[in-house]
């Protein structure tokens, strides 16, 4: 595999959260940063200011992904502006929370398009500009445990995640010919605005049912994502890595341990 892709990042919903750890974290190993957000600017040029503390470039763009299309233009906005780019990490989503008995197909369809039709398209217009360069590069899809697990009241974003760590798998058999590789990061409960959290530390033993108990703190995912990202992870293609804390693996354990059907 190359490496010797641009240091140029594309980081989408990096104005808080995991996007935010991120964008700063790779500026710090030396990349130059396009920041995407949906609804916070504020937040998207405090992002920028700390990319530009780490002494590299900032770029900042809206990106609504409810209009996908329209959305995947913006990776080659900031890829212009930046003079390139060798890194996407698709992390900008959207949740869910009813059951699919009573869901309309605008609600479903509105969660698809955020988490699985813009991821793909954003990698598309990444990947075409990689291949032309041909000097190789990194796309990272965050997905989430539910990649894998399913979440009562959560079928449309267990769908999206689970369909978008196919659709990586897949982009990484027929972009390894270009020296692109594809990961999926898979974090669980992450102390962010996402799950209604501040961020800040998790407080440990604060998750009693985790091995590791406490929620997560975006920095952490942030690490491995930046790893993912690095030319050391130059072998590394069509995998996913669980951040989670051990909860994953609780499955059994945690079920014999329920005392009662509230979790319906």
Known sequence: ???SYDRVAVVTGADSGIGKATAVLLAEHGFDVGITYHEDEEGAWETAALVREAGKAAAVRRHDLTDPVRAAHVVDELAGELGGIGVLVNNAGTGSSEPLLGMDYE???SVLSVDLDGPFLCAQRAARRMATEGRGGRIVN???VHEEYPRVGAG????????LKLLSRVLALELAVYGITVNTVAPGEIATPMTGQE???PRAGSRPGYPIPRPGDAREVAAVIA???SPAASYMTGSSVFVDGGMVTMGPQAAGALQSGDWR
């Open 1 to 3: 595999m190359t490496d």
């Open 107 to 109: 609600r479903w369809r």
């Open 142 to 144: 965050v997905t989430s």
């Open 156 to 163: 449309p974003y267990c769908a999206a995640k689970g369909g």
């Open 199 to 201: 961020d800040r530390v």
């Open 227 to 229: 790893f993912i990202a």
